[in-house]
């Protein structure tokens, strides 16, 4: 069965731009979560979606968002890109909400 | 607040030897609990999970104990190789929801 994938895996984005990162969880899986990872925060999450519906969300400005669509794929936007969004984001997904496995994560560096 | 933390940022062990990994968690209210295995430019790897009802779980050269009691989580990986080293997370769920929340990681040097 095929893991996690996350496109891109690289970005380079300028200050003030906005940004769309998609992940695609494993076959039969209805939970993504997204998590940002940056040596100083560590892996702090983002937010979750079940079945097109956002089940739970971390304490990130509104700039931050995202949506699932009828097949479990998800996307994240972050709008108006700060310096500090430079990150790893990885995406998770889930059968039960319990068990979670990862993508290889997309880096996204904001210049 | 509610946390997972961890004792030891470095880990260094002998090749062969027993590594043990430590966790402290704070929120009573969690019920599972999962260690990750990271290594440079890949994505956390599921190692085992555990759920509060258990105090002990055992995988392929891995046990995950769990101390409610003390709110600890130990990671035991017998027989330490060298492709064990990476930086090892423990996370927790919260029952109220599906978010993990991760410690800031061990990370393991196996010397050979």
């Known amino acids: 069965k095929a893991g996690v994938t996350q496109t891109p895996r690289y970005l380079i984005k300028t200050r003030g731009q906005q940004v769309t990162l998609s992940c695609s969880p494993i076959s039969g899986h209805r939970s993504v979560s997204w998590y940002q990872q940056t040596p100083g925060q560590g892996l702090q999450f983002l937010f979750e979606?079940?079945?097109?519906?956002?089940?739970n969300k971390g304490n990130f400005p509104g700039r931050f968002s995202g949506r699932q669509f009828s097949n479990s794929r998800s996307e994240m936007n972050v709008s108006t890109l700060e310096l500090g969004d430079s990150a790893l984001y990885l995406c998770?997904?889930?059968?039960?909400?319990?068990?979670?496995?990862f993508g290889p994560g997309t880096r996204l560096t904001v210049t | 607040g509610e946390s997972v933390g961890l004792h030891l940022p470095t880990l260094s062990v002998q090749e062969g030897d027993n590594s043990i990994i430590n966790c402290a968690y704070s929120?009573?209210?969690?019920?599972?609990f999962i260690w990750y295995k990271q290594e440079s430019g890949k994505g956390p790897q599921f190692i085992i999970d555990i759920r509060s009802n258990m105090d002990k779980r055992q995988g392929q050269r891995v046990t995950v104990l769990l101390n409610k009691t003390v709110k600890h989580l130990s990671l035991q990986i017998a027989a330490t190789q060298p492709g064990d080293s990476a930086v090892y997370f423990c996370?927790?769920?919260?029952?109220?929801?599906?978010?993990?929340?991760f410690g800031g990681g061990t990370r393991l040097m196996v010397k050979p």
């Open positions: 998770a997904s889930s059968w039960t909400g319990y068990e979670q496995y």
């Open positions: 929120n009573s209210a969690s019920d599972y």
């Open positions: 979606y079940f079945s097109e519906t956002q089940r």
């Open positions: 996370a927790e769920r919260n029952n109220a929801g599906n978010m993990l929340t």
